[in-house]
């Protein structure tokens, strides 16, 4: 069973920028925004400050795998937004992953809590 899909359209970024909420931390910036409806949507933006498309293209795979593993524990009805800070480039999963779960509970958008 698939519980997102992805934002691709820039209107649905800047609708996320500019009405929802955002926290960041040493890697990641997040904004959270409530779509009304029954999946959550997770965009990710790389700058190209990061590094070339293969640096940019491992941070999203990464992302998109520490989301993926953990999406049963976050909450329905969400737009996601996942900016990468310059930190980030040359990080591991472990790290990510970790930076990811930590905005999600300052968001409170976490069903369960485990930290």
């Known amino acids: 069973m698939r519980f997102s899909e992805s934002l691709k359209k820039n209107n649905d970024?800047?609708?996320?920028?500019k009405n929802g909420r955002s926290?960041?931390?040493k890697y990641l910036v997040m904004y959270v925004?409530?779509?009304?409806?029954?999946?959550?949507?997770?965009?990710i933006s790389v700058s190209k400050k990061i590094g070339n498309s293969v640096v940019r293209h491992r941070f999203t795979r990464l992302v998109k795998e520490s989301y993926r593993l953990h999406e049963n524990?976050?909450?329905?009805?969400?737009?996601?937004?996942?900016?990468?800070?310059?930190s980030a480039d040359s990080v591991g999963f472990e790290?990510?992953?970790?930076?990811?779960?930590h905005l999600a509970?300052?968001?409170q958008i976490l069903k369960i809590y485990f930290f």
């Open 73 to 86: 524990i976050f909450n329905s009805g969400l737009d996601i937004v996942v900016v990468a800070r310059k």
């Open 33 to 43: 925004l409530e779509n009304n409806k029954n999946i959550n949507r997770l965009g």
């Open 23 to 25: 926290y960041a931390n």
């Open 13 to 17: 970024f800047q609708n996320v920028y």
């Open 95 to 101: 790290e990510i992953e970790s930076a990811l779960l």
């Open 105 to 107: 509970k300052i968001h």
